[in-house]
């Protein structure tokens, strides 16, 4: 998140600097809460990692969606039943990926993954909510740059080690800071403006699947042929839920013409 952070300062200065200058303090406390939000869910979710399987750790904390569906239904009136079918299928996956990999585990570290999937919930309905009005750089910049700051008070609360880092561990921070957030987080939030917050999450689901081949490839944690499975299913759902979203979209695009 700091590196993120220092990334897009030049950016914010060039771009949004009017932006910046202009927000209300109301403003610069709501982005703190979403900063504080994104802080929780990473804190819970690599706190997770360490104590249970990678596959559980992200299968668990990518289950927001039927969160977000429900918040979304609430406070946007947006139409779920274009996407319930593509969530089902996609949480169908996450049980049979979930189940394959030897069920509860460590129960500590999937219930903190659990919780992560709670603020991952809320962080991206209050992404849905601000970047209504909010250009993308002023926004990310803000909440990463809190999320910064609360992550490192949680470093110093819990003892975790500042420094020193190999170099090899800082090329994954560095990596973990252009292509897992920047490139990854970053964009989601742009899509916020214009999708919704269900589709948005429900597009998540594929984090397992990746994430549970690259232990098999990294750390020989080898999938079983029923998380192979489950991993089909969480992609066949997100397909699915992306065809629903362009009709609905261009739906309201040809409503919006006429």
Not at 63 to 85: A, Y
Not at 118 to 123: C, G, K, M, Q, R
Request: aromatic share 12%.
């Amino acid at each position: 998140m700091g590196l993120t952070s220092l990334i897009l300062f030049p950016f914010a200065l060039s771009i949004s600097r009017t932006e910046l200058r202009g927000m209300s303090g109301k403003e610069f406390i709501s982005l703190s809460i979403v900063g504080l939000t994104l802080a929780f869910h990473f804190f819970f979710f690599i706190t997770a990692v360490k104590m249970t399987t990678v596959a559980n750790a992200v299968i668990l904390v990518t289950s927001h969606p039927l969160i977000v569906c429900i918040l979304s239904s609430i406070l946007f009136r947006e139409p779920v039943r274009h996407w319930i079918i593509g969530a089902l299928l996609g949480f169908i996956g996450i049980i049979l990926i979930y189940s394959g990999n030897g069920g509860i585990g460590e129960n500590m570290g999937n219930f903190l993954a659990l919780l992560g999937a709670v603020a991952a919930a809320i962080y991206i309905i209050s992404g849905r909510m601000m970047r209504q009005n909010m250009g993308l750089i002023a926004y990310v910049f803000v909440v990463y740059s809190f999320s910064s700051v609360f992550l490192f008070a949680a470093c110093l609360v819990t003892n975790a080690p500042l420094w020193p880092y190999t170099v090899d561990e800082l090329t994954i921070f560095l990596s973990l800071a252009i292509v897992s957030t920047i490139f990854g987080h970053t964009l989601f939030n742009y899509s916020l403006k214009y999708l919704p917050a269900t589709f948005i999450s429900i597009s998540f689901l594929g984090e397992p699947v990746g994430a549970t081949l690259l232990a098999a490839l990294f750390l020989g944690e080898t999938p079983s042929a029923v998380v192979i499975l489950g991993g089909s299913l969480v992609v066949i759902g997100i397909m699915i839920a992306a065809w629903k979203s362009r009709l609905v979209l261009r739906a309201s695009d040809n409503s919006s013409v006429r």
